[in-house]
């Protein structure tokens, strides 16, 4: 028992002497907040979805920051909102596209102050549209408010693909749409083109007596400036029909964007309507 318990002390001196010996390390640098903000890219551009416009670089000022490959509409790098940090100021942008990502695919420049912004491209010839971040998210009852907090961006084109649509209002729609449980529509937020609102409030419908704050397959809808419900062709085959979002999921206490782009079009393969969210908190 002895010789087991000298043979342990022995070995956690040696892991002890080769811990201090061989430091580990990370490389890091450090951010002035003074003079640095927060960025991410939103690829919003209003294209039929097509892989030789992915996005497979991206520069800041001439700095490498993401090399990946991404889908239309969705947020650089990926699929999940990340910032990048960028001196104040003025930021130059560059995405690249392509396998061997040399292929300049947008290059345009766009202001940052203090705080954190996002940065929707959504026209190659145009600079990105840019919102600031909330610093400060709306508060609630963590105990009796079941409300989550909407903001939405409207970003949306006419066929064309360079007229803007108008003015949409989002509202969530609830009910089965049938006689017995017709479908009822709540008011959320309206924006003109390249706007966006505030964070609104947004009930959720709680669901068991024990409920993980979570309301699950909700569906949103939008209204043009003169009270119709969007039109868009659902498939290939399809007839035009109301435009509905659907299968979201909010939770409690949470705040979300959700960005309409892309464009409308005479038929399914002319079409590239999106509705997306990013999750703020």
């Keep these: 028992m002895k010789t087991i318990l000298a043979l342990v002390s022995v070995c956690m001196v040696l892991l002890l002497a080769s811990c201090e010996t061989n430091e580990i390390t990370f490389g890091t640098t450090n951010i002035d907040l003074a003079k640095s903000a927060q960025v991410r890219l939103v690829y919003d551009i209003p294209v ?15 700095q490498l920051v993401s090399e990946v490959s ?39 420049t766009f202001d940052v102050g203090a ?35 909407i903001q939405f961006v409207n970003l949306l084109y006419k066929a064309d693909g360079a007229t803007p649509y108008g003015t949409l209002f989002l ?6 749409g049938t006689t017995a449980s017709p479908y009822k529509y709540i008011d959320i937020a309206s ?15 709680k669901s068991g007596t024990v409920w ?27 007839a035009l029909t109301d435009y509905s979002a659907t299968g979201f999921s909010l939770g409690k206490g949470r705040n979300y964007i959700f960005h309409m782009n892309g464009k409308i079009g005479a ?9 997306s969210t990013i999750t703020l908190n």
């Design 212 to 238: 993980s704050g979570t309301e699950t397959g909700m569906v949103f809808v939008v209204f043009d400036a003169a009270g119709a419900l969007l039109k868009h062709y659902p498939s290939s085959s399809g």
């Design 70 to 108: 991404t889908a239309i509409g969705g947020i650089f790098p990926n699929s999940v909102a990340k910032y990048h940090v960028v001196p104040q100021g003025t930021v130059k942008v560059d995405a690249y596209k392509g396998t061997t990502k040399d292929v300049v695919q947008y290059s345009k």
């Design 48 to 62: 039929v979805s097509s892989t030789t416009l992915n996005i497979t670089r991206l520069k800041y000022n001439d």
């Design 191 to 205: 924006c003109g083109f390249k706007e966006a609102s505030k964070l609104t409030p947004y009930k959720l419908v």
């Design 267 to 275: 038929k399914f393969a002319d079409q590239a309507i999106r509705m």
């Design 115 to 149: 705080g954190k912004y996002t940065a929707f491209i959504h026209n190659l010839s145009d600079v990105p549209f840019v919102i600031k971040d909330a610093d400060v998210f709306p508060s609630t009852d963590a105990w009796t408010d079941t409300l989550a907090h």
């Design 171 to 176: 509202k969530g729609r609830r009910g089965a």
